[in-house]
């Protein structure tokens, strides 16, 4: 249960390139601190992530340094910032969280990996983003 936690706190602070559950914790305050909501919305982003990466059989130590949930975080946070809540946006959170986490693999097999680890955040943006009026000017 305590490594499930260091987990999800190295991804949030794997936003920031940060390998450590504190980091992630301070930058999960201070989310909270703009909006609960999208506190909640990050965790869940990160959450479904992860476990997307568990059961789709990635490195385990990949996992364990929070890599996969970082996207998902950045997805979390995009769906609370553009959308309303609903279940629609939920579904999209989880659908764009779940993406993120495969498209994400392609960090494996790309020579400059860190320089794209941003990349499945994104591709997933757009249809994360995509049912909120409010977006129109980033597409």
């Not at 997307?52 to 990635?58: I, K």
């Not at 790309?110 to 794209?116: F, G, H, Y």
């Amino acid at each position: 249960m305590q490594e499930g936690f260091l987990i999800v706190g190295r991804g949030l602070g794997q936003v920031m390139f940060q390998n450590n559950a504190v980091s992630g914790l301070l930058m999960l305050v201070g989310i909270a601190c703009n909006s609960w909501l999208l506190a909640l919305l990050a965790l869940l982003g990160n959450f479904v992530g992860t476990v997307t990466a568990f059961f789709s059989g990635y490195s385990k130590e990949d996992i364990e340094d929070g890599l996969y949930g970082f996207n998902g975080t950045l997805v979390g946070i995009a769906v609370g910032v553009f959308m309303e809540p609903g279940v629609a946006s939920l579904l999209l959170l989880v659908a764009g969280s779940m993406l993120s986490t495969w498209i994400a693999l392609i960090r494996n097999f790309c020579p400059v990996s860190r320089l794209l680890s941003s990349l499945p955040y994104g591709c997933c943006r757009p249809f994360a983003v995509g049912g909120s009026p409010h977006c129109c000017h980033l597409l």
